[in-house]
């Protein structure tokens, strides 16, 4: 087989947004996941604010008779009311206590890890009735190994008061906990708990490897928070924006009743902005658009047209948080949180799925004219699909999910081929192989998306921009499957649908040129699938070519590349390389003990010029 390439076509230019991520607050993505945060239910608010309200996974430290924690409306933040009382039954002075004292520990998410060398800002409210000295400190989840300590000395007050101390690990322990104790008979309250590791990516608060595996995408867009995640299975369960900036204390938190889980919120609408800012991406917004999920008989969980006022009201307060002047009520906020300047927010999507909802059209049609009429620059995006048929309504793209078996998809290759070009663009907002094909994560279900993706590349006149969904498992917690990448309290690694999107990092902004495969009349290309890019690298000032080939057949082929439009003189010798994916079985999926089993091999192209 001969594929042939034309260097010197012209060729077309691909959107820079062409290949991104979708980040979505599902499988602990954000919550016990990307956001460092260490403590899980920080505010003691996840059973609601009633109490007693569920403090899990915080448990008691001693015994019945030595310690008594339950939660109580006794907290200083007026949206978080629930904190913790501990009652200390036991004290040293008649050696009623254990040695380490008695009180309550954390877990984190499912474990956390904690290592030694590395350094942890604990910060928590308190507030007690005796002058007493607490302990806060890592350890081993029995208790018996203390891998960071310090001692806060805490006044008798009615008030309360906010204690910061930044404590070194000498030990290692990917399982650890968050103790809180004292030695001392009496009663003290707990709120507002919070542990990171000093070192995040960025100093953001993001985990720094997981922040580093996405950053090496180069990707073009970071779609956030969800998904289904911002719908909710009802709306009083979907995400609010409002709740999820402001100081920490500040935040309620809210049970994700789509992935069923509480989130405390650390990771919100701010930190989605920041890390699309530290990534140097463009941020696209999905907002609820008054819809749930839930499909019920009444119209209870759409909000009817007339009444969509304040919802749209809501959106242009978010809007003016990501770039309203520091002078504006919300570019206020945003700017006491430490981002005076505004982000660079093009982008917002109107719902997600949510076309066939009752009132989805004249409802987006409010929020249309709103944001275009205040923020005209802003690209607007629409849940329903023009990929058949052109939509009744104005967007500037329009969503299109796909999750289908690999040879679908395979076959979807060419599903943009035949659309109208003169409607919205399209953003393939969530495309994966499910299902047997995919195992949780095979080489399979890449080879059908990395096909996909080059039909992508090469409809992308079209086709704008493109998220592989979801992004991100933690292996303890796994709501869907499956996900780019897998991590738990100390590891990731990269599926093999992570590591095919490594092809691709190179396209945002390339230009696409013809590519074309010759064979003799016993071959068929029918299983063939290829793309060339060409583009300019001002780092090193240099040219490059990539050609993209993918056989979902079962007959492996030799491929010739032939490059034409370039003299030999200016190739630089030995600087051309060949990635290959490849596994002994097609179905063969990477782990934690084998990260990298299938994943690019980069080795030099031999007879290059
Ligand atoms: O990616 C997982 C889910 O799939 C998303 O939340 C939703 O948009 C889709 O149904």
């Known amino acids: 087989v001969t ?15 062409l290949f991104g991520l979708f980040f979505e607050e599902i499988n602990h993505a954000g919550s016990g996941g990307l956001w460092a945060e260490l403590v899980q239910n920080r505010g003691f608010e996840a059973g609601g604010q009633n109490t007693p309200s569920i403090f899990e996974p915080w448990y008691k430290v001693g015994d019945q008779l030595q310690v008594s924690i339950g939660t109580e409306l006794s907290s200083p933040f007026q949206r978080n009311p629930v904190a913790l009382k501990i009652e200390v039954l036991c004290d040293s002075g008649d050696n009623s206590c254990p040695s380490g004292g008695v009180g309550a520990a954390n877990p984190g998410f499912w474990g956390m890890s904690i290592v030694a060398g590395s350094t942890y800002k604990v910060e928590l409210w308190v507030r007690s009735k005796t002058s007493f000295s607490l302990s806060v400190a890592f350890t081993s989840s029995d208790g018996t190994t203390v891998l960071a300590q310090s001692h806060l000395s805490v006044e008798a007050s009615e008030e309360w008061s906010k204690r910061s101390v930044v404590v070194a690990a000498t030990s290692t322990d990917h399982n650890a906990r968050l103790a809180l104790t004292s030695a001392t008979r009496g009663v003290f309250w707990v709120d507002q708990v919070s542990a990171l590791p000093t070192d995040t990516y960025k100093g953001h608060g993001f985990r720094k490897e ?8 180069k990707p073009g867009f970071l779609r956030f928070p969800g998904g289904c995640y911002v719908e909710g299975q009802r709306m009083a369960n979907a995400f609010r924006w409002r709740d999820s900036v402001g100081p920490y204390e500040e ?5 994700g009743d789509v992935w069923n889980y509480w989130t405390d919120d650390g990771f919100g609408y701010f930190e989605g902005l920041q890390l699309a800012e530290d990534l140097g991406t463009a941020p696209i917004w999905v907002f609820n658009n008054a819809h749930s999920r839930f499909a019920g008989v009444s119209h209870e969980q759409s909000v009817a047209t007339e009444l969509i006022g304040p919802f749209v009201q809501n959106v242009l307060d978010g809007i003016e948080f990501a770039r309203g002047p520091v002078d504006s009520t919300w570019g206020a906020v945003r700017a006491e949180m430490g981002h005076p300047e505004p982000f660079q927010l ?5 719902g997600n799925e949510d076309c066939n909802k009752p009132y989805y059209t004249s409802n987006y049609m409010e929020f249309y004219n709103a944001i275009k009429l205040k923020y005209p620059d802003i690209q607007i995006i629409s849940n329903c699909d023009a990929s058949i048929a052109p939509l009744d309504h104005p967007a500037d793209l329009y969503d299109y999910h796909i999750y289908t078996n690999a040879k679908n998809l395979f076959a979807m290759r060419h ?9 919205p663009k399209a953003f393939v907002s969530e495309y994966a192989v499910t299902g047997t094909d995919s195992g949780t994560g095979s080489l399979y279900a890449a080879l059908a998306e990395a096909a996909f993706l080059i039909g992508i590349e090469l409809n992308s006149d079209l086709v704008q921009m493109a998220s592989y969904a979801p992004l991100f498992v933690n292996a303890n917690d796994r709501r869907w499957n499956p996900d780019a990448i897998v991590f738990n309290s100390n590891q990731q690694y990269g599926t093999p649908s992570y590591w095919m ?5 190179s396209s945002n902004g390339a230009h696409l040129i013809p590519s074309t495969v010759q064979a003799d009349s016993s071959t068929s290309l029918a299983s063939i699938i290829t793309s060339a890019v060409r583009f300019h690298n001002a780092s090193s000032g240099m040219e490059y070519l990539i050609v993209k080939a993918v056989n979902f057949g079962n007959t492996s082929l030799n491929v010739n590349l032939a490059v034409t439009g370039i003299s030999a003189s200016n190739i630089i010798p030995g600087e051309s390389n060949i990635m290959v994916m490849t596994s002994s079985g097609v179905m063969d999926e990477n782990s934690f003990t084998n990260p990298v089993k299938v994943a690019p091999q980069v080795s030099k192209a031999t007879n290059a010029a």
């Open 3 to 17: 594929l042939a390439v034309n260097a010197s076509d012209p060729g077309r230019q691909m959107p820079s947004t």
């Open 210 to 217: 997981l922040a580093t595996m996405i950053a090496d995408l």
């Open 251 to 255: 935040r309620p938190g809210h049970y």
């Open 346 to 350: 093009q982008h917002v999507a109107v």
């Open 415 to 423: 599903q943009f081929d035949h659309s109208s070009r003169s409607g």
């Open 501 to 505: 999107q490594h092809f691709f990092k």
